[in-house]
């Protein structure tokens, strides 16, 4: 997920791909491990995230504004979602002229009674203030205007964020002449996993799916595990994968099977 380079008092780091948990690479802990010693004046962020866990998000937001050195963030593509949490940690942002930026409110799912369902409700609320209260001392905007904003998913190029005072500067487009090995795999490990999610067949549960491959990022391990709870609940015949005909098959069975997947497709 980050990829931190120290080199001759130089810290850089880049947040190319989603943001998500310690399966998939490097996490705040280890970032915070790995600058903690550094002396430097400056650390460099590069952004390019469709965003993902806001809580990741939040640590590192925290710590970077926190770090004695100034924070420089460049955002070299897109940052949507919560990688907008972690841009506003720049002490000075600048962002590329063909880069877009995307905020908007933070979502989840949950299994459970009515009760639960306002619950995560309420949670979802004071989460997206947090995070409009972060846009606000930036962008220095009324608190309701920011969740107006943030409602209606709003998509910013880089002259309307630089007009808003989202960034601080724009800078010429990015010219890559190299994909980095990291980049690669990284594109390689989600497009299997968006695959491998098409591949389960669940009737009934498309919204599921949708929200495991876009919101929560869940891999096909993690779909499978909750089809199965489900299964046991309503006792709908629920068929896991085109290699599983048999929709009676043992829990332990089907584990074993999204488990294989898994290990094959590096998870």
Known sequence: MYNVKIEDNQAEIYLYSAILGAEYGLTVSDVIERLNAYTGKTITLHINSEGGDVFEAQGMYAYLRNHKAKVHVYIDGLCASSAGIV???????????????????????????????????????????????????????EHEKVLDMMKAETWLTAQEAYDMNLVDEIIPALKVKNESKDYQAGVKAERERLQALDDIIAPGREALIEDAKYTSFKTVNDIALELLKSDARHKDAVKITPNIKNADASIDDIRHVSELINRMRGY
């Not at 995560?120 to 930036?138: F, G, M, N, P, T």
């Open 87 to 141: 841009a506003l940690s720049g002490d000075k942002i600048f962002m590329r002229e063909n880069a877009l930026f995307m905020m908007h409110n933070p979502s989840g799912a949950v299994y459970g009674e009515s009760e639960d369902m306002r619950k995560l409700a309420d949670i979802l609320d004071k989460i997206r203030d947090s995070i409009a209260i972060l846009y606000e001392q930036k962008m220095a905007l």
